[in-house]
């Protein structure tokens, strides 16, 4: 397994932009996955979206595609999750997440709140 926290989120506006952090300390990533999920209160978490660590290869839930980008930096061991175009639906707090190959999601951080406000 390995440890990660987030880091970002916070109180914007609509149609602002946040960029969250996933810093990662464990073994070598080549064989992870990274992922972003929220959940809003009183409702189900989901994905956001999720990495290959090695071969960059994505995979983003309809509300994000066009307005989310998932990304790796491999020097810092750090993910990142930049949100554009932010919606009041998109108020959740913010989770992410690790899985060796296509394993379960094991590995969480505490999360990040997000708050979007009109």
């Known amino acids: 397994q390995v440890q990660l926290l987030e880091s970002g989120g916070r109180a914007v506006h609509a149609g602002d932009s946040l960029k969250l952090s996933c810093a990662v300390n464990g073994p070598s990533l080549d064989y992870y996955s990274m992922g972003w999920f929220r959940q809003a209160p009183g409702k189900e978490r989901e994905t956001v979206a999720n990495i290959r660590w090695l071969l960059g290869s994505a995979y983003y839930a309809d509300f994000a595609k066009g307005r989310f980008t998932i990304s790796t930096d491999n020097a810092e061991n750090t993910f990142y999750l930049q949100m554009n175009s932010l919606k009041i639906e998109d108020s959740a707090m913010y989770y992410c997440?690790?899985?060796?190959?296509?394993?379960?999601?094991?590995?969480w951080g505490r999360g990040t709140q997000v708050t979007v406000s009109s």
């Open positions: 997440a690790a899985r060796r190959l296509d394993g379960p999601w094991d590995s």
